[in-house]
C-alpha cells in the first residue's frame, strides 16, 4: 500500500514494516543527502520515513566483544569526536571529521552517508580499511556484511528495497595508528582522491583508496606487502599495484590520470601519518 | 524564486521559530528555508545553492548550526528553530554585527546572515577563537566578495569586544 507523508517510527521494526509496506517510501536521516536530492528534483518521494525518534541508531557503543558499533543515525560530528574511536578505529573518526564542513556534520549521519555510495565520499574508504561490517535491517530480520561487499558500484549499495542501515561496526580496535588523507579541491569538497590506512601495533596494514573507482579501492595482496615492509620501495609497488586496479572517472574534480598520479603520494602520506600517529600513541 | 512544491502530501504544522509557536502548511518536500521565507517572512536566511554548499540558509536548530535548505519543514517539529531574526538577544550576535561593520566584513551582504548564525555558534563554544578556529568554523560559508580576510578579522574582533567590561 502506498504510504503518504512524514511517518515517525519509534523502532527499527517498525521503520523496516513501513519500507516493506511501500517501497517507494524513503528512510530519511540527516537529510544532507535526501533532502539536497529531492531539492534537485532527482527523487520526489510521497512517503519519509524519518528515523530521527528511533533512540537504538543513535550514537557509538562498545560491543561485548570489543567491538564498536556506529548507530547508523549518528551525526558525523559526534562520529569526529568519539574517544572510543582509538588505534585502528581512529581512521573512521579521522574520516569523519573531514567530511564536508561542521553546519553539515552537525546534520549528516554514517547511515546516509554510506547508503549515498558517492564514490567521492569519505567513509566509504575508511570502513573498509577499519574491516567494517555494515547491518542491515528488513522485515526478514538482520544481516550484516562486510563494508567492501556494501559497496557494489556507481552510487549503487547491496542494500534492496525494504532495507535500511542500522549500524556500522568496527572489529575491537587494535592499538596502533591510521590515517585519513584526501585530496580535495577545496575545504568540504567530496574527495579528488583519499587513502585511508590502519596499521596495528604488531605490523597489519589495510589500505583503502577513495574516488578512484566505482567503490574503495582495496587489495589484499597490497595490504600483505605494507603488513611486511613499509619502507619507500615497498609503497611505490603497492601503490603501482593499486593504480593498475584503479578505474577513476574523468570529472570536475580531476582527470582520471590526475587521480591515478595522486594514488602513490596519498598512500606514502597516509602510510608515514598512520605510523607517526602509531609512535605517538607508544610514546 | 519559490522553490514549494505542492504535489507532495501536505501537512500543518507547529513549528518553534525564534521561541514562538507557529502554524504553517508544508508538503513533504517543502524545505525549512522555503517556509521561512515564503510562508513566515523571514528572510535573513537566504537561498542561495539550495544544496548545502554554500551557508547562505544556516539557521540554528536545537542550538547547532544547519542548513535550512537541507532540513524538511515536516522534520522540524519539535525542535527549536532559531533564525537570525531571533539571535538578536545575544551579546555574541550583536558585537559580531558592530564588528562585521565596523571591519567592513560585507559587500553585497547575502552571505552575512549565514555568517554571523555559524560565528555566533563558534563564540558560543570558543570565546577566543585563533584565525584558524575561525576559518575552520566558517568554512561552510562561502562568500563571493571578501576574500574572507576581513570577516575572520571581525569574528575575532567582536570575541575581543566581549571580553572587554562593559
Not at chain 1, 589500505?207 to 611486511?228: N, Q, Y
Request: hydrophobic share 45%.
Amino acid at each position: 500500500m502506498a504510504l503518504s507523508g512524514m511517518l515517525w517510527p519509534r523502532t527499527v521494526d517498525e521503520a523496516t514494516a513501513l519500507l516493506a509496506e511501500d517501497p517507494d517510501a524513503r528512510p530519511l536521516a540527516g537529510g544532507a543527502t535526501l533532502v539536497a536530492m529531492m531539492n534537485a528534483r532527482v527523487l520526489e518521494p510521497h512517503a519519509l520515513v524519518n528515523l530521527g525518534r528511533i533512540d537504538e541508531l543513535r550514537g557509538i557503543v562498545r560491543e561485548p566483544d570489543g567491538g564498536l558499533r556506529i548507530g547508523a543515525y549518528t551525526r558525523h560530528r559526534e562520529t569526529a569526536a568519539s574517544a572510543l574511536l582509538t588505534g585502528t578505529g581512529a581512521v573512521v573518526r579521522h574520516a569523519a571529521g573531514q567530511i564536508a564542513n561542521a553546519t553539515v556534520r552537525n546534520m549528516g549521519t554514517i547511515g546516509g552517508s554510506i547508503s549515498f555510495a558517492d564514490p567521492g565520499l569519505d567513509y566509504p574508504p575508511a570502513i573498509v580499511a577499519a574491516d567494517a561490517e555494515v547491518e542491515i535491517a528488513s522485515v526478514a530480520g538482520r544481516r550484516r556484511i562486510p563494508a567492501r561487499e556494501f559497496f557494489v558500484d556507481w552510487y549503487t549499495t547491496a542494500l534492496v528495497p525494504g532495507e535500511l542501515v542500522t549500524a556500522v561496526v568496527l572489529p575491537r580496535p587494535e592499538s596502533g595508528g591510521a590515517a585519513y588523507v584526501k585530496h580535495a579541491r577545496v575545504s568540504g569538497d567530496y574527495a579528488t582522491a583519499s587513502a585511508a590506512v590502519c596499521v596495528a601495533a604488531g605490523g597489519a596494514l589495510r589500505a583503502a583508496i577513495g574516488a578512484c573507482g566505482p567503490t574503495p579501492l582495496a587489495d589484499a595482496e597490497v595490504d600483505a606487502l605494507l603488513s611486511r615492509d613499509r619502507s619507500d620501495a615497498a609503497v611505490t609497488n603497492a601503490a603501482a599495484r593499486l593504480v593498475a586496479l584503479a578505474d577513476p572517472l574523468d570529472d570536475v574534480r580531476g582527470s582520471s590520470e590526475y587521480r591515478r598520479l595522486l594514488i602513490p603520494r596519498l598512500l606514502l602520506r597516509a602510510v608515514r601519518r598512520a605510523e607517526a600517529t602509531t609512535a605517538e600513541a607508544h610514546a | 524564486m519559490s522553490a514549494a512544491v505542492t504535489e507532495t502530501p501536505i501537512a500543518t504544522l507547529t513549528l518553534d521559530v525564534n521561541g514562538e509557536p507557529v502554524s504553517v502548511r508544508a508538503a513533504l518536500s517543502t524545505t525549512l528555508l522555503t517556509t521561512l521565507r515564503d510562508e513566515l517572512h523571514l528572510t535573513a536566511a537566504k537561498r542561495g545553492c539550495n544544496q548545502g554548499v554554500c551557508g547562505a540558509c544556516t539557521v540554528s536548530i536545537d542550538g547547532e548550526p544547519m542548513r535550512a535548505c537541507l532540513s524538511l519543514a515536516q522534520g522540524c517539529e519539535g525542535r527549536e528553530v532559531r533564525t537570525l531574526e531571533g539571535l538578536g538577544d545575544d551579546p555574541r550576535l550583536v558585537a559580531l554585527q558592530r564588528a562585521f561593520a565596523a571591519h567592513a566584513a560585507f559587500q553585497c551582504g547575502f552571505c552575512t546572515p549565514g555568517m554571523l548564525v555559524a560565528a555566533r555558534a563558534l563564540l558560543e563554544r570558543d570565546a577566543d577563537p585563533d584565525d584558524a578556529a575561525v576559518r575552520a568554523a566558517l568554512s561552510g560559508n562561502l562568500c563571493r566578495c571578501t576574500g574572507y580576510a576581513r570577516i575572520v578579522t571581525a569574528v575575532r574582533a567582536a570575541a575581543r569586544a566581549l571580553k572587554e567590561p562593559a
